[in-house]
């Protein structure tokens, strides 16, 4: 017999407890042992007086030891032990603590079939799930599988700790996420060093740049420059919806009136559109650029999207002495004085000392510097002195 608790997996043999009706038959007797069909009713009397309660489960498809777990623990307060017993599965441990068992007996033709990794696979992924539940109360529902989902990303997550810009991004390419990776490219200051890096990993990777249809000139040549100079063959110009467009900015004065409105319109929804059936999505962010990201590793894991963050570990100087050792040409409105560009109407140039997202939304309350896909939605991420990535 194998009774596994707490991490543990024991050789045990079955107890003989009595069975509810032997119990009431008594006046005496500190456990018993339920069958699937038990009157709890008629054992509430008792339950005072009772420690440890098993309840037979015949086959592993039967769910009414889970109801019955749960009336004891929610409608009759039980807090003693509760033990399920039958041909469980790995499988099903998680359910079961949070139905409210303790622990678990399984039966030893069953076990032989199993393996005590399994079992420690799903008690591990239990200290990952966050299901409602007897056993964890807080929390948004997971499966067992999305559990074990989690864990497998995790340790994924743990594998590219350590990692350069270049080897990150070829073995999620090339390996983890082939064929199912994206970078979204602002063809802004910093943005030649992830194309030149992807070119020379994968010059067919996905890229895609947001056509607001308000850019700099200068940002479009520059766009063209690098996309035949890095050979990109797979390089995609998102436009908002022309139904949008024409229903919501027939004049194209909106970002006059509404900046707010005009990025969603020109921007999130077009981003939003193309990138979700993504698996995992390139950024450039980097770790010095906000608190926030102080402790962001290079994969993050976790949510509907994976997000490879190559440069997390990178400096402004790193980015310029990138751009230098491999001859990248720098944006042409850099020389002129802008050191981020966004769309032509709601940038500016910098003077000597400011920040060098002051020119940005000037003067209109507004600081969003890009759009990130943050648990399950896409946000706007508030600009931060010293960061250069725009959308
Ligand atoms: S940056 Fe300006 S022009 Fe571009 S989408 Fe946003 S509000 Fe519109």
């Given at each position: 017999?194998?009774l596994l608790r707490d991490g543990?997996?024991?050789?045990?043999?079955?107890?003989?407890?009595?069975?509810?009706?032997?119990?009431?038959?008594?006046?005496?007797?500190?456990?018993?042992?339920?069958?699937?069909?038990?009157?709890?009713?008629?054992?509430?009397?008792?339950?005072?007086?009772?420690?440890?309660?098993?309840?037979?489960?015949?086959?592993?498809?039967?769910?009414?030891?889970?109801?019955?777990?749960?009336?004891?623990?929610?409608?009759?307060?039980?807090?003693?032990?509760?033990?399920?017993?039958?041909?469980?599965?790995?499988?099903?441990?998680?359910?079961?603590?949070?139905?409210?068992?303790?622990?678990?007996?399984?039966?030893?033709?069953?076990?032989?079939?199993?393996?005590?990794?399994?079992?420690?696979?799903?008690?591990?992924?239990?200290?990952?799930?966050?299901?409602?539940?007897?056993?964890?109360?807080?929390?948004?529902?997971?499966?067992?599988?999305?559990?074990?989902?989690?864990?497998?990303?995790?340790?994924?997550?743990?594998?590219?700790?350590?990692?350069?810009?270049?080897?990150?991004?070829?073995?999620?390419?090339?390996?983890?996420?082939?064929?199912?990776?994206?970078?979204?490219?602002?063809?802004?200051?910093?943005?030649?060093?992830?194309?030149?890096?992807?070119?020379?990993?994968?010059?067919?990777?996905?890229?895609?740049?947001?056509?607001?249809?308000?850019?700099?000139?200068?940002?479009?040549?520059?766009?063209?420059?690098?996309?035949?100079?890095?050979?990109?063959?797979?390089?995609?110009?998102?436009?908002?919806k022309p139904k949008e467009l024409?229903?919501?900015?027939?004049?194209?004065?909106?970002?006059?009136?509404?900046?707010?409105?005009?990025?969603?319109?020109?921007?999130?929804?077009?981003?939003?559109?193309?990138?979700?059936?993504?698996?995992?999505?390139?950024?450039?962010?980097?770790?010095?650029?906000?608190?926030?990201?102080?402790?962001?590793?290079?994969?993050?894991?976790?949510?509907?999207?994976?997000?490879l963050n190559p440069l997390a570990?990178?400096?402004?100087?790193?980015?310029?002495?990138?751009?230098?050792?491999?001859?990248?040409?720098?944006?042409?409105?850099?020389?002129?004085?802008?050191?981020?560009?966004?769309?032509?109407?709601?940038?500016?140039?910098?003077?000597?000392?400011?920040?060098?997202?002051?020119?940005?939304?000037?003067?209109?309350?507004?600081?969003?510097?890009?759009?990130?896909?943050?648990?399950?939605?896409?946000?706007?991420?508030?600009?931060?002195?010293?960061?250069?990535?725009?959308?």
């Open positions: 017999m194998a543990r997996a024991l050789d045990l043999a079955a107890p003989e407890y009595p069975t509810l009706e032997e119990l009431l038959a008594s006046n005496e007797g500190e456990a018993v042992t339920l069958a699937p069909d038990a009157d709890l009713d008629a054992l509430a009397p008792r339950l005072s007086g009772i420690k440890k309660i098993e309840v037979e489960f015949p086959k592993y498809a039967d769910g009414r030891g889970f109801s019955i777990a749960r009336q004891l623990r929610n409608t009759h307060g039980f807090k003693g032990e509760l033990v399920a017993a039958g041909p469980l599965l790995p499988d099903q441990y998680v359910y079961l603590l949070q139905c409210g068992f303790d622990a678990v007996r399984v039966d030893p033709e069953t076990y032989a079939r199993q393996t005590p990794a399994e079992w420690r696979d799903a008690m591990d992924a239990f200290s990952l799930t966050y299901q409602r539940g007897y056993a964890i109360p807080m929390g948004p529902a997971l499966s067992v599988l999305d559990a074990r989902r989690a864990k497998r990303a995790e340790d994924l997550s743990a594998q590219y700790d350590g990692l350069s810009a270049e080897a990150a991004l070829e073995r999620a390419i090339r390996h983890d996420y082939a064929g199912e990776i994206v970078l979204a490219s602002s063809m802004g200051i910093d943005s030649a060093v992830l194309l030149h890096m992807i070119s020379e990993i994968d010059s067919g990777l996905p890229v895609l740049f947001l056509e607001t249809g308000k850019h700099f000139k200068e940002t479009l040549a520059y766009r063209d420059r690098l996309v035949a100079q890095f050979g990109l063959t797979n390089f995609r110009s998102i436009p908002p024409k229903s919501e900015d027939p004049d194209g004065t909106l970002n006059e009136r509404d900046k707010d409105a005009c990025c969603d319109l020109r921007k999130v929804r077009p981003l939003d559109r193309e990138i979700t059936p993504f698996k995992a999505r390139i950024t450039g962010r980097k770790r010095y650029q906000t608190p926030d990201r102080a402790g962001m590793p290079i994969l993050e894991t976790g949510g509907r999207q994976a997000k570990y990178w400096t402004a100087k790193d980015v310029t002495a990138y751009m230098r050792k491999h001859d990248l040409p720098p944006h042409p409105l850099l020389a002129l004085g802008f050191l981020s560009v966004g769309c032509e109407p709601c940038t500016t140039r910098v003077a000597e000392g400011e920040d060098p997202r002051a020119g940005r939304w000037r003067g209109a309350n507004k600081t969003e510097c890009g759009i990130h896909y943050i648990d399950g939605k896409w946000v706007r991420i508030e600009a931060v002195p010293g960061t250069h990535e725009v959308f």
